[in-house]
Structures are given as structure tokens and as C-alpha cells.
């Protein structure tokens, strides 16, 4: 059984790929704190180009060599956004949040371009990690961080089992009107 959880944790989220469509073909996608990459990973495969960060250079040496994918060591915390001036087609975040950045995303996401967001929310800490509030997302933060500025396609907050028992928060949105 443990080694089913550890695949999954390995698997792209079936949020990421439910959602990626919406994200236009070869466009250029940001993995956000992507740490060994199987978002990655599983964009290039689908010809997306891929941009992923993470302030983790060992977890990003998984990365090497992999046709599509240019990886940037970085501590998007506390250092500036190293993609000022860029433009994503998609933008996705998973098991991740540090709410400066919101700022940053929204900027970077290019006109018809999609944001896939999904990470822990309160409630979360009874189920464990991450337990900490500034580590887990208000209810309905996500959808007060696109409001006005970009179109919702799909949210939900919610309780799921798997990988293993969380309470998540997750949103597709696009930056511009659904054509």
C-alpha cells in the first residue's frame, strides 16, 4: 500500500491534467515550486514548453537532460520574481502556497493563458501537514485572488482521500474570456 501512496504522490494530479486542455498547445507553461518535476515532466511530454522552478537544485537535477523542460534554481521567496517581463500560456502550482507570489502569477499569465491551482486549505491540519495557517489557504482564497481578474472555469474545496486524507483547495481560471 505504501508504495501505491508514493506513486501517486508521483503521478501528475488528475486536477493538472483534467484541466491542462485549456492551456493552448506548445504553449510555454511555469511548473511553481515543482520540485522533482512530474509536472513537468508530464507537460513536456504533451509538447508543452516548460519552465520549472524551485529553490531545491537536487530536487531539480531530475530535470536534466529532459527535451522541453528549462529548469531555474531559485528561492521565489525571498529573492525577486525571476520572471518579470515574461509571459506563461498556463501556470501551475500544486502542494504550494506563499501568498507574495499571487501578485507574480497573475503578471506572468499571458493573455488566454490558464492558472491551475491546488494546494492544501484550512481544515488541513487535522489530517497533518501542512498544519501551520500561513501554509494553508482561507476558504475561498483562491477564488478571491482571481476575482476581477480572471475567468473561473472550475473551484473546488473539499476533502479528498488521495493520495492520502487533505483538505485541498483547487481552482482553474483563465486570464480572459472562455472562446
Request: hydrophobic share 45%; proline share 6%; glycine share 10%.
Amino acid at each position: 500500500m505504501q508504495n501505491d501512496a508514493h506513486s501517486a504522490i508521483d503521478q501528475p494530479s488528475a486536477w493538472v491534467q483534467r484541466w491542462a486542455a485549456l492551456i493552448p498547445a506548445g504553449g510555454r507553461v511555469l511548473d511553481v515550486a515543482c520540485g522533482s518535476g512530474r509536472h513537468a515532466r508530464w507537460f513536456a511530454a504533451q509538447g508543452y514548453r516548460v519552465d520549472a522552478v524551485d529553490r531545491d537544485a537536487n530536487a531539480l537535477s531530475a530535470l536534466a537532460g529532459i527535451t522541453g523542460i528549462t529548469s531555474r534554481a531559485a528561492d521565489i521567496e525571498n529573492e525577486d520574481w525571476p520572471y518579470a517581463g515574461e509571459k506563461f500560456a498556463g501556470i501551475v502550482v500544486v502542494n504550494y502556497l506563499h501568498r507574495p507570489l499571487f501578485k507574480h502569477l497573475l503578471e506572468s499569465l499571458d493573455r488566454g493563458g490558464a492558472l491551475i491551482y491546488e494546494t492544501f486549505a484550512a481544515g488541513n491540519e487535522r489530517y497533518g501537514r501542512p498544519g501551520n495557517p500561513e501554509f494553508l489557504l482561507k476558504p475561498g482564497e483562491l477564488l478571491h485572488i482571481a476575482h476581477g481578474r480572471l475567468e473561473v472555469i472550475a473551484y473546488e474545496n473539499l476533502t479528498v482521500d488521495a493520495p492520502r486524507p487533505a483538505v485541498i483547495q483547487r481552482m482553474c481560471a483563465l486570464n480572459g474570456p472562455v472562446t
